[in-house]
């Protein structure tokens, strides 16, 4: 009898320590299973891309040319070819795969919606800030920008992806917070930002906005 009772000590005791060995491993927490190493790797690329498209989106972006033989399409005018180029996209389709490729669907949805398609949050019409179409006489697509969008983000963003963190789990999101010197004329500030991750079909996206920008009267909080 002594002997089996040792017997289960011993499977117990072996049983709890595969389970430690488990938990150093994956982080579970609100019924979100997750490897810590996987999710700030993805977060950082993810980000990393999402900076392009903070530009793209938000900032200066692509803008119009400036040549006097510029195409124009209604308020629309030819985009700048040095922009596309810096960019690496030739047309709209490009733009909404590198989000698609960033994003969560819901959240790619949205951004399509109100910065692609000339519709706002609330389904009032506007323009869109980019477009493709085929002028009269033209057999390729010509990529056009709406050279009246107010551009949101002026300065400069820099990621300090050291400080890159796991914060917390938020429903199916693990949050991610992390540093952002912002800076334009009146001078620079540290930023603090936190995003939320979500896995899907292909692999971790991102579901919130990383964009930061300059504002006087910031604080960060310790």
């Known amino acids: 009898m002594a002997c089996i009772k040792k017997r289960r000590i011993a499977v117990v005791l072996l049983l709890s320590l595969v389970a430690a060995l488990a938990l150093s491993l994956t982080s579970c927490s609100c019924g979100i299973e997750y490897d810590e190493g996987e999710v700030l790797t993805a977060a950082e690329e993810l980000i990393g891309r999402s900076e392009s498209l903070n530009s793209l989106l938000y900032g200066t972006g692509i803008r119009a040319s400036a040549a006097e033989s510029a195409k124009k399409y209604g308020a629309y005018i030819e985009a700048a070819q040095g922009d596309l180029t810096a960019y690496g996209v030739t047309s709209v389709s490009d733009i909404e795969k590198l989000i698609r490729e960033t994003y969560t669907k819901d959240y790619s949805a ?104 300059y504002t006087a009267d910031y604080q960060l909080s310790d």
């Open 110 to 213: 949205l951004l399509i919606k109100t910065k692609l398609s000339g519709m706002s949050s609330d389904g009032a019409g506007n323009f869109a800030r980019y477009i493709s179409v085929t002028l009269t006489g033209d057999t390729d697509a010509t990529f056009m920008v709406y050279d009246g969008y107010p551009v949101m983000l002026r300065g400069t963003a820099v990621y300090d992806y050291g400080t890159l963190r796991i914060t917390g789990t938020e429903r199916s999101r693990v949050i991610v917070s992390i540093y952002v010197l912002v800076s334009d004329g009146e001078g620079s500030q540290t930023k603090e930002i936190s995003v939320g991750l979500r896995r899907e079909d292909n692999g971790w996206r991102l579901d919130d906005a990383t964009y930061a920008s």
